[in-house]
């Protein structure tokens, strides 16, 4: 291990043996969590080339159990974002592309950092399970044909180690880890197809483009390697997606997209990452049908109830899914207006996704307990013009300090000259 330690340090290249060697010694509990972490920060330092970051994500993906599926479930095709603030896509995405015939055995993830997780936001509806087994995911698939669960206890555990390793060793926001993190899980999982939505802007781990670019070309070849299809559409991160922020708030949101309300940027997003996902599983031609049949399943209400069917199926008590007023609403909603008059030119993801994290709405210490009814709902999206006193959001919380609901106002830019909005699909990569 010293070796391959001074070799990543003095900018080397990894063979796969010493990456296979690494990751079997590491998650065998051989290698001690000092040397991992020394290689890890060598890794995020120095990069790794793209064959390097290839095997990693092999490794990985073959340090414990890899998902079968029958053959009758068709083409398994998947989504997973890299994780943004408001992101409650796939809980919309997944039915839709099932109402469309498609399957998606959907491995998710809780929040981390300032990011929210599907599977915290889907545990707001009580009774919903997301620590389905391998037998329990085949019969839910066979039923509802989508499934949303979390990654099953043997599943790529060299990546569960390895990430939480790196949540505390300042080795996040790297490249070819990300890229074999998230990869090892969805390979393990035995999915045929795979559209990444890789965020980019303040709210993402890549904050600029071009690094959100080279992530999706390495997550699409690493996929298309090991025999996946793969498409990666770089999306816009700079801004909250859609009005609400925090667990149970955006299931609401989501209910309301699914009835063919809502937002239109959840709409629109979600619609064009199902394209991609009909046309990889080969449910439609081109594009454009794919987007306008995905449409047609929020007008239609089969994407509301394939919504329903997974939630039934997962164990989830369907009343709040019929009447989401029964969701409990927070001790108190305080409101944030404008201080001044003029145009809404920015909306600060990290500082509000942190916020919702603070009231208790994520986790500050890993394995805590998390509020599903605080967060913050937006009234404005960015470019609207503002007058002094208008309302920009309400906060959803159980008693806040005031330094906090300072860090939220600030979180409102308004400026004197008009501005546009950024385009939310920045690039397409495949
Ligand atoms: N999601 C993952 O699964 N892994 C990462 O490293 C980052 C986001």
Redesign the pocket.
Known sequence: MLEIIAKKRDHGELTADEINDFIEGYTSGRIPDYQASALLMSIYLNGMNFNEASHLAMAMRDSGERLNWPAELGPLIDKHS??GVGDKISLILAPVVAACGLTDPMIA?RG?GHTGGTLDKLESIPGFRVDLTATELHAALLKSKIVINGATGSLAPA?KKL?AL?DVTGT?ASIP??AS??MS?KLAAGINGLVMDVKCGQGA?MKQLPAAQELARTLVRIGQNAGVKMTAVITNMDAPLGLAIGNSLEVKEALAVLHGQGPKDIRQLTLALAAHMLVLGNKAKTFKQAYQRAGQTLNDGSAFAAFRQMVTVQGGDTRYVDRPELFPVSQQQVTITAAKSGYLAAIDSYQLGMAVVKMGGGRLIKGTPIKHQVGIVLAKKVSTAIQKGDLLATVHCEGIDDDLLIEIQNAFQITAAPVTAEPLILDTIN
């Open positions: 890299t994780g993830g981390l990546d990430y790196r996040v880890l990300i993190s998230i899980k781990f």
